[in-house]
């Protein structure tokens, strides 16, 4: 199985497998990121107040907002640029930095 990461911003699609996910977002942990929390939207398009906000790792369409996005990015700068990533996770870290901001604009994603 994998996660197939939807940006808001344009709908780009960006798939990881769960090991390469679940290893990005524990890399990012590592070098600073502090999860903000998911919002999940229900089918009326509230938010669903009854969601676990600490679920990055379901694939139920949570919501990450733009401020968590750009602290992972910022993380994962900080990883690539001190040599803390694998040389196995290397290019899905870059592909996954690279995908995270649309000029340099966080938009947040979805989880699915």
Not at 47 to 72: K, L, P, R
Not at 98 to 110: A, R, T
Request: with cysteine; glycine share 6%.
């Amino acid at each position: 199985m994998s996660y197939n990461l939807t940006r808001l911003e344009d709908g780009e699609v960006l798939s990881l497998s769960n090991k390469t996910y679940n290893e990005i977002l524990q890399l990012s942990q590592a070098n600073g990121w502090v999860p903000d929390g998911t919002t999940l939207i229900n089918d009326s398009e509230e938010s669903d107040t009854s969601w676990d906000c600490n679920d990055y790792e379901s694939h139920n369409g949570q919501i990450v907002n733009e401020f968590d996005a750009e602290d992972i990015s910022k993380a994962l700068k900080k990883a690539l640029e001190t040599g803390q990533v694998p040389s196995e996770l290397s290019q899905d870290v870059k592909d996954f930095f690279e995908w995270l901001s649309i000029d340099n604009e966080f938009k947040g994603f979805e989880i699915y």
